[in-house]
């Protein structure tokens, strides 16, 4: 069974930093693709970043390029998320996804989530 | 930037009705489309990948169809663990971007 359980979250200040990591089990973690999806409180989805199995590519949403870094350690099985320069608009709860590799259409896909790890950012 | 606009935003609906709901992209996205299911406090779910395909373990009352542009999400009989938030994603080209979603309520 897949798990992803995300850590790391809490309340940090305007222009802080956190790391977020995502434990993964039940599966061949350096085998995928993985992904940061966020949800503001009382908001919908927005994807935040991908990466490639070997890291060699790196996808962000706009509103975080040059202050969220995302990678991964095979090792550990473990996915990270490093956020600087925090915003009040970065407040969320912060899920890792799995992504699935869909071979007629040649890309990737979301199939499965982690259960989430909250992030405040407030003075 | 490819935006998705889902309609309805919320609908009321009885156990045993047929829902559907619509998903809209500014582009033609082809088939690369999800649709997730949210329940208040909880992850979302994975339901459909590729516009019409059922993730696994999802039951077959869920089906999705539409290529290009329009999209849609069919619940053939409503059941009580259905009342939730539904979200469109489109996977054709980064930024990925979600729909705003669509809450369905009991009546």
């Known amino acids: 069974e897949v798990q992803l359980v995300e850590s790391g979250g809490g309340l940090v200040q305007p222009g802080g930093s956190l790391r977020l990591s995502c434990a993964a089990s039940g599966f061949t973690f350096s085998s995928y693709w993985m992904s940061w999806v966020r949800q503001a409180p009382g908001k919908g989805l927005e994807w935040v970043a991908n990466i490639k199995q070997d890291e060699s590519k790196k996808y962000y949403v706009d509103s975080v390029k040059g202050r969220f870094a995302i990678s991964r350690d095979d090792a550990e099985n473990s996915l990270y998320l490093q956020m600087n320069s925090l915003r009040a608009e970065d407040t969320a709860v912060y899920y890792c996804a799995r992504l699935e590799f869909n071979s007629y259409q040649a890309t990737y896909y979301i199939d499965s989530w982690g259960r989430g790890t909250l992030v405040t950012v407030s003075s | 930037d490819i935006q998705m606009t889902q309609s309805p935003s919320s609908l009321s609906a009885s156990v045993g009705d047929r829902v559907t709901i619509t998903c809209r992209a500014s582009?033609?996205?082809?088939?690369?489309l999800a649709w997730f299911q949210q329940k208040p406090g909880k992850a979302p779910k994975s339901l459909i990948y590729a516009a019409s395909s059922l993730q696994s373990g999802v039951p077959s009352k869920f089906s999705g169809s539409g290529s290009g542009t329009d999209f849609t999400l069919t619940i053939s009989s409503l059941q009580p663990e259905d009342f939730a938030t539904y979200y469109c994603?489109?996977?054709?080209?980064?930024?990925?971007?979600f729909g705003q979603g669509t809450k369905v309520e009991i009546k």
């Open positions: 994603q489109q996977y054709n080209s980064y930024p990925w971007t």
């Open positions: 582009q033609a996205i082809s088939n690369y």
